[in-house]
Protein backbone atom coordinates (compact mmCIF):
# COMPACT_ATOMS: atom_id res chain seq x y z
CA UNK A 1 0.00 0.00 0.00
CA UNK A 2 3.00 2.66 0.66
CA UNK A 3 3.36 4.78 -2.95
CA UNK A 4 5.90 4.19 -4.70
CA UNK A 5 6.86 5.85 -8.09
CA UNK A 6 4.14 4.33 -10.00
CA UNK A 7 1.83 4.87 -7.47
CA UNK A 8 -0.26 2.56 -4.76
CA UNK A 9 -0.45 -0.67 -5.24
CA UNK A 10 -3.81 -2.90 -3.65
CA UNK A 11 -4.10 -6.44 -2.61
CA UNK A 12 -8.01 -7.32 -2.31
CA UNK A 13 -10.61 -10.01 -2.31
CA UNK A 14 -13.80 -10.12 -4.50
CA UNK A 15 -17.07 -11.24 -2.79
CA UNK A 16 -19.95 -11.68 -5.32
CA UNK A 17 -23.61 -11.04 -4.24
CA UNK A 18 -26.79 -12.53 -5.89
CA UNK A 19 -30.36 -10.63 -4.68
CA UNK A 20 -32.65 -14.15 -5.11
CA UNK A 21 -36.03 -12.82 -5.24
CA UNK A 22 -38.84 -15.12 -4.46
CA UNK A 23 -42.65 -16.12 -3.13
CA UNK A 24 -41.07 -15.72 0.63
CA UNK A 25 -39.22 -12.28 -0.07
CA UNK A 26 -35.45 -11.42 -1.03
CA UNK A 27 -32.41 -13.77 -0.01
CA UNK A 28 -28.89 -13.30 -0.41
CA UNK A 29 -26.83 -15.46 -1.99
CA UNK A 30 -22.63 -14.93 -1.62
CA UNK A 31 -19.82 -16.66 -2.52
CA UNK A 32 -16.19 -15.42 -2.60
CA UNK A 33 -14.65 -13.91 -6.35
CA UNK A 34 -11.08 -14.36 -6.59
CA UNK A 35 -8.71 -11.98 -5.21
CA UNK A 36 -6.16 -9.83 -6.65
CA UNK A 37 -3.88 -6.98 -7.37
CA UNK A 38 -4.15 -3.36 -8.33
CA UNK A 39 -2.16 -0.33 -8.75
CA UNK A 40 -3.17 3.51 -9.03
CA UNK A 41 -1.07 5.74 -9.85
CA UNK A 42 -0.18 8.40 -7.42
CA UNK A 43 -1.60 11.46 -9.81
CA UNK A 44 -4.91 10.01 -9.69
CA UNK A 45 -4.90 9.52 -6.10
CA UNK A 46 -3.44 13.18 -5.77
CA UNK A 47 -6.42 14.05 -7.89
CA UNK A 48 -9.54 12.25 -5.88
CA UNK A 49 -8.01 13.65 -2.80
CA UNK A 50 -8.09 17.32 -4.29
CA UNK A 51 -11.75 16.16 -5.91
CA UNK A 52 -12.61 15.43 -2.04
CA UNK A 53 -11.22 18.47 -0.45
CA UNK A 54 -12.18 21.02 -2.93
CA UNK A 55 -15.72 19.46 -3.47
CA UNK A 56 -17.58 22.21 -5.80
CA UNK A 57 -17.43 20.71 -9.20
CA UNK A 58 -18.31 17.41 -7.58
CA UNK A 59 -21.77 18.58 -5.59
CA UNK A 60 -22.52 20.75 -9.28
CA UNK A 61 -22.12 17.34 -11.51
CA UNK A 62 -24.00 15.49 -8.98
CA UNK A 63 -27.00 17.92 -7.65
CA UNK A 64 -27.24 19.19 -11.37
CA UNK A 65 -29.75 16.55 -12.02
CA UNK A 66 -31.91 16.70 -9.14
CA UNK A 67 -31.53 21.00 -9.42
CA UNK A 68 -33.55 20.38 -12.93
CA UNK A 69 -36.03 18.43 -11.25
CA UNK A 70 -36.44 21.48 -8.35
CA UNK A 71 -36.79 23.79 -11.68
CA UNK A 72 -39.31 21.67 -13.19
CA UNK A 73 -41.23 21.66 -9.52
CA UNK A 74 -40.97 25.87 -9.59
CA UNK A 75 -42.07 25.46 -13.02
CA UNK A 76 -45.30 23.45 -12.83
CA UNK A 77 -46.42 25.16 -9.28
CA UNK A 78 -46.29 28.84 -11.09
CA UNK A 79 -47.63 28.45 -14.47
CA UNK A 80 -50.42 25.99 -14.37
CA UNK A 81 -53.69 26.76 -13.16
CA UNK A 82 -56.53 25.33 -11.20
CA UNK A 83 -58.67 23.90 -13.90
CA UNK A 84 -60.02 20.47 -12.83
CA UNK A 85 -58.27 18.72 -15.90
CA UNK A 86 -54.34 19.53 -14.59
CA UNK A 87 -55.15 19.66 -11.21
CA UNK A 88 -52.96 16.52 -11.07
CA UNK A 89 -50.21 17.85 -13.27
CA UNK A 90 -50.08 20.76 -10.67
CA UNK A 91 -49.94 18.67 -7.83
CA UNK A 92 -46.77 17.41 -9.36
CA UNK A 93 -45.40 20.66 -8.58
CA UNK A 94 -44.67 19.70 -5.22
CA UNK A 95 -43.54 16.34 -5.29
CA UNK A 96 -41.02 17.71 -7.70
CA UNK A 97 -39.52 20.83 -5.64
CA UNK A 98 -39.75 18.17 -2.24
CA UNK A 99 -37.90 15.05 -4.57
CA UNK A 100 -35.33 17.66 -6.14
CA UNK A 101 -34.66 19.66 -2.54
CA UNK A 102 -34.17 16.16 -1.02
CA UNK A 103 -32.10 14.95 -3.52
CA UNK A 104 -29.44 18.34 -3.28
CA UNK A 105 -29.47 17.88 0.59
CA UNK A 106 -28.80 14.00 0.58
CA UNK A 107 -25.69 14.12 -2.43
CA UNK A 108 -24.68 17.84 -0.65
CA UNK A 109 -24.48 16.02 2.62
CA UNK A 110 -22.57 13.02 1.42
CA UNK A 111 -19.84 14.81 -0.46
CA UNK A 112 -19.33 17.07 2.62
CA UNK A 113 -19.12 14.36 5.20
CA UNK A 114 -16.58 12.43 2.85
CA UNK A 115 -14.78 15.90 2.83
CA UNK A 116 -14.73 15.73 6.65
CA UNK A 117 -13.59 12.23 6.85
CA UNK A 118 -10.46 13.25 4.39
CA UNK A 119 -9.56 16.39 6.92
CA UNK A 120 -9.15 14.05 9.97
CA UNK A 121 -7.00 10.95 7.97
CA UNK A 122 -3.14 12.29 8.15
CA UNK A 123 -1.95 13.33 4.44
CA UNK A 124 -0.51 10.14 3.18
CA UNK A 125 -3.48 7.99 4.47
CA UNK A 126 -5.75 10.52 2.77
CA UNK A 127 -4.11 9.82 -0.47
CA UNK A 128 -4.27 6.06 0.27
CA UNK A 129 -7.83 6.12 0.80
CA UNK A 130 -8.03 8.32 -2.19
CA UNK A 131 -6.17 5.82 -4.60
CA UNK A 132 -8.54 2.63 -2.96
CA UNK A 133 -11.43 5.11 -3.99
CA UNK A 134 -10.12 5.49 -7.63
CA UNK A 135 -9.79 1.70 -7.90
CA UNK A 136 -13.31 1.36 -5.79
CA UNK A 137 -14.86 3.82 -9.15
CA UNK A 138 -13.27 2.16 -12.08
CA UNK A 139 -13.37 -1.09 -10.68
CA UNK A 140 -16.34 -3.70 -11.99
CA UNK A 141 -19.77 -3.27 -10.22
CA UNK A 142 -21.62 -6.48 -11.77
CA UNK A 143 -20.68 -9.78 -12.79
CA UNK A 144 -23.28 -10.62 -14.60
CA UNK A 145 -26.20 -10.48 -12.15
CA UNK A 146 -24.13 -10.94 -8.94
CA UNK A 147 -23.08 -7.55 -7.43
CA UNK A 148 -19.51 -7.30 -6.47
CA UNK A 149 -18.48 -6.17 -2.88
CA UNK A 150 -14.13 -5.25 -2.95
CA UNK A 151 -12.33 -6.10 0.76
CA UNK A 152 -8.97 -4.20 0.78
CA UNK A 153 -6.39 -6.77 2.04
CA UNK A 154 -4.34 -4.02 4.52
CA UNK A 155 -4.01 -3.77 8.55
CA UNK A 156 -7.32 -2.78 8.95
CA UNK A 157 -9.10 -5.72 7.82
CA UNK A 158 -6.41 -8.32 8.71
CA UNK A 159 -7.59 -6.81 12.29
CA UNK A 160 -11.07 -7.53 11.74
CA UNK A 161 -12.78 -10.98 13.09
CA UNK A 162 -15.38 -12.40 11.47
CA UNK A 163 -17.92 -10.35 12.90
CA UNK A 164 -16.47 -7.40 12.48
CA UNK A 165 -15.67 -8.23 8.43
CA UNK A 166 -19.54 -9.49 8.25
CA UNK A 167 -20.57 -5.91 10.03
CA UNK A 168 -17.95 -3.83 7.72
CA UNK A 169 -18.74 -5.10 4.04
CA UNK A 170 -22.37 -6.55 4.62
CA UNK A 171 -21.35 -10.09 4.51
CA UNK A 172 -23.20 -13.23 5.40
CA UNK A 173 -21.71 -15.18 8.34
CA UNK A 174 -20.50 -18.22 6.41
CA UNK A 175 -19.17 -15.58 3.65
CA UNK A 176 -17.26 -13.45 6.45
CA UNK A 177 -15.79 -17.31 7.56
CA UNK A 178 -14.30 -18.00 4.41
CA UNK A 179 -12.79 -14.25 3.64
CA UNK A 180 -11.21 -14.28 7.10
CA UNK A 181 -9.44 -17.57 6.08
CA UNK A 182 -8.69 -16.22 2.80
CA UNK A 183 -7.25 -12.64 4.09
CA UNK A 184 -5.05 -14.66 6.49
CA UNK A 185 -4.36 -17.16 3.67
CA UNK A 186 -0.56 -15.64 2.53
CA UNK A 187 -0.91 -18.17 -0.57
CA UNK A 188 -4.17 -16.33 -1.93
CA UNK A 189 -2.25 -13.05 -2.60
Known amino acids: MPENEKGY ?3 FLEVHTLHVRDFGGERLVQALGESGRCEISAACAR ?9 VKRILRKCLPFLVVFLVGI ?4 TLTLREEIFALRALGPIALFSGAAGIISETKKILDERAFMKT ?3 QRALEHSAWLCFLRDAP ?7 ITYIPVNGETLKL ?3 GLALEYSLLPAISGQAFEALH ?3 MF
Open 75 to 78: ILCL
Open 185 to 187: HKE
Open 9 to 11: AFR
Open 121 to 123: LAP
Open 47 to 55: SELRAALFP
Open 161 to 163: DTE
Open 141 to 147: KKYREND
